[in-house]
Every structure is written in structure tokens, then in C-alpha cells.
């Protein structure tokens, strides 16, 4: 058990399995992903250690918010501390998407999953937009991670007490080479321009959509399949989480 411990929090459908991959490349290529950065939800997982600039560092994936009760289970120190955020709304159609390709028949209006696509040609798109905008989040993560528009506020004040670096899903979409840049800087070392290259493209051949995860790597897409008026109420009724994250204008 590592007594140091880099923590990787996001939301979920977020972004975290990109940069979890991103990171067990960078730790120790060719090693699982979940290995290298295992998941901690219900219960603390067993966590390997790694040498990082000459300490011995474990990794930790989670989608829940920091004053959790579950974090009192955690064995070992808090090193550093990485957030990935993502738009409400792409979070929302990655959301029901991947419950599509899980089959979660809950999670859908009379228990039939649709990809997002058929939920809009049947005209049911704005029932689920309403039930995020009006819970503050998807229901069915909740009790992991709270309401969506304290999960990032939350994180951002443990920026007080332990080293924190944040990133925003559409940045690393547009710019994933200086990202991945920033990140190397801040946890590790600087790295040749080839080698952030490599990372990249090892990564991304780690993370494809095989019928257990979907896969898009799309920044904004919501905006291609909501019509401009829907667009427009949410961020109307969602204007001050916007701001907060940046999206604001």
C-alpha cells in the first residue's frame, strides 16, 4: 500500500478514462490502465506503488466528491491532486449513451435504451435534459458524487491544502499536446515534444470503443445535436454553474 497517493477525481463521464490511460502510460507503459490507476468507490482498492521523481507514489481514480464518507477509508497521504471537468450537457448524452452500451434499462423512459441520436428523433430528448438541469445532475450518480454543479467547487478547495492541477475536457480536445505538456510538468518532469507525442498516441490506442466503453473524444458535441432553442434554455437555466466553469459567453 503506497503511503503517497496522486488522486484523479472527476465526474463521471468526464473524461477520467482518457487521462487515467494517459497517466498509466506515462507511469508504466504497457501495464492495465486499471492497474495503474485503480478505482475507488465503495471500498479502498489495493494500490501499487510507483517511482516518481524519486518517491514512491500509488494512483487513485474516483468520482467522488471529497467530503464522501468513503474517503475515510483512505489508507496513505494525499500527494497531489488532478481534476478533469467536461459541458453539463455533453456529460449528460456521454451519460446516456454509455447506459445504452451497459443496457442500464433504468436508466431510460420505459426502461428501453436508445443511443441519444434515437432519443431525439422520438422527441424524449428534453425529458432528460429537464431531469439534469431540474437534480442538478444525473440521479443515478448521486450517492457517489453529489450534485453536479458542487463536484468541481468542491475539488477546487482542496487546491488549499495539497497540490492541484485541473483540466477541462475541451481544452484537452483542442489542445491535447499542451495539456498532456502541463500535466507531465506538474507531476513528473518536463518531456521531449516526441515523447508527449507517443504518450498520446499510446494512449488513444488503449482507449477505443469495444462494446464496454464509449468512446468519442468530441469537445461541444451537444451543440450538433440540440436544436439552438434548447441550447439557449440551458444556458439560460444553468447560467451560474457555466460561469463558474468557465463556459460563460
Known sequence: MSEHLAILA???KTGSTWLRKIIAEIVSPGESADAVVPSFFKRFPDVKEYEVQGQKL?????????????FGMLRGQISSIVTIYRHPMDVLLSSLNYAKVKDARSCFIGNIPKSVE???ADGEIQHYIDDFL?????????AQSGPFSLYQ????SMAER???FEICYEDMVAAPHKTLADLVKFMFRERRDEEVEHIL??????????????????????RALLTQ?????????FRSVLDELGYGG
Open 10 to 12: 472527476s465526474y463521471p
Open 153 to 156: 467547487r468542491r475539488w477546487r
Open 162 to 164: 495539497f497540490p492541484y
Open 201 to 222: 498516441l499510446q494512449a488513444e490506442a488503449r482507449t477505443k470503443q469495444d462494446g464496454q466503453f464509449y468512446w468519442r473524444r468530441q469537445a461541444f458535441g451537444y
Open 229 to 237: 432553442s434548447l441550447c439557449e434554455d440551458i444556458d439560460k437555466r
Open 118 to 120: 434515437q432519443i431525439i
Open 134 to 142: 431540474n437534480h442538478d445532475g444525473l440521479n443515478w450518480y448521486s
Open 58 to 70: 500509488g494512483f487513485v481514480k474516483t468520482h467522488l466528491y471529497p467530503q464522501h464518507p468513503n
